[in-house]
């Protein structure tokens, strides 16, 4: 039987930070136009936190049925690559972890909804969320062997996820609020970018077509260059936009995003990278939490 390490690590801690920084923009979002809940906030940290861990759950099943990590894999062993946990394990594991966000889920749109239209409308986008947590390595066509992670990555833990999180408490949604949506899913893609620039070998070996196997390392150290410096753009567009003042705090933030992206695309050594992703996780972290406390008090 597993023990609770290999579960812990197989729930990958170093991305979660990702599932707290996205509800976090969304809450000050909320906060900041007078309309926070708490108890909503804390049921979008909770569910997107499970989205999170189901989506890594499903990565590791997903690209042990596909052969996928091998030996040569230079991020973290799995749990399941040791040997410490079977493929019916993960999968039961996949399926718990998949209804207790599906229940968190519904718990957040009874708690938040006012409408019909709004019980329907995140319904759906939850399930799909869910469905899309799966699909990315699970089943005969799996979208992230196709290159479409990162799009997939964008969306869900950028602009669905603060907007979301932003209109169940404030019960509106208007234009600027997609500026820091979209620099939280420039944020979460330039994470998972690290991870696929790391492992880009070994994809491709397995036929795993991320979109840097499609487009080589070199134009992926691009790639994340062009995440980031889009994510600082959209933070400057908005403080322009509500709060010069805030500018102040994106400066802060533009100087970490360029000494990452500095070393991410003069470093050719995939090996160099492993440590990058927690790293780049919880950059993305602290990037939208001083964001948010930018917006808050000044």
């Not at 966000?101 to 939850?126: C, H, K, N, R, T």
């Not at 509106?172 to 991870?195: E, H, R, Y």
């Not at 260059?225 to 936009?241: G, P």
Request: proline share 3%; with cysteine; net charge positive.
């Amino acid at each position: 039987m597993a023990s609770l390490k290999s579960w812990f690590d197989t729930a990958r801690p170093k991305t979660l930070p990702l599932a707290v920084a996205i509800i976090l923009t969304g809450s000050a979002l909320a906060q900041w136009s007078g309309k926070f809940n708490w108890a909503i906030t804390l049921l979008c940290l909770l569910t997107a936190t499970l989205l999170q861990i189901v989506s890594n759950f499903a990565n590791d099943y997903g690209d042990h049925q596909k052969g996928s990590d091998t030996a040569e894999r230079i991020g973290p062993l799995r749990g399941i690559q040791q040997g410490q946990m079977t493929a019916t394990e993960l999968r039961n594991g996949l399926i718990a972890v998949s209804l207790a966000s599906f229940v968190s889920g519904a718990s957040l749109i009874a708690l938040a909804y006012e409408s019909v239209s709004d019980l329907i409308a995140f319904a759906v986008l939850g399930l799909l969320a869910i469905l899309a947590a799966i699909t990315y390595t699970v089943g005969k066509k799996p979208y992230g062997y196709l290159g479409l992670g990162d799009i997939s990555v964008f969306l869900f833990f950028g602009l669905l996820a603060v907007c979301g999180t932003y209109y169940l408490q404030a019960h509106s949604l208007s234009a600027d609020i997609f500026l820091p949506a979209a620099a939280c899913g420039f944020l979460s893609t330039a994470v998972l970018n690290i991870n696929n620039l790391r492992d880009i070998e070994q994809d491709r070996k397995a036929g795993k077509n991320t979109l840097i196997v499609r487009i080589g390392a070199e134009n992926g150290r691009i790639y994340h260059c062009i995440l980031l410096a889009s994510a600082v753009l959209c933070y400057v567009l908005f403080a322009l936009w509500h709060k010069p003042l805030l500018l102040l705090v994106v400066v802060v933030i533009a100087v970490l995003l360029a000494k990452h992206a500095a070393f991410v695309y003069h470093q050719k050594d995939p090996m160099a990278l492993r440590p990058m992703l927690g790293k780049m996780s919880m950059l993305a972290l602290f990037s939208t939490a001083l964001f948010s406390l930018g917006l808050l008090i000044l």
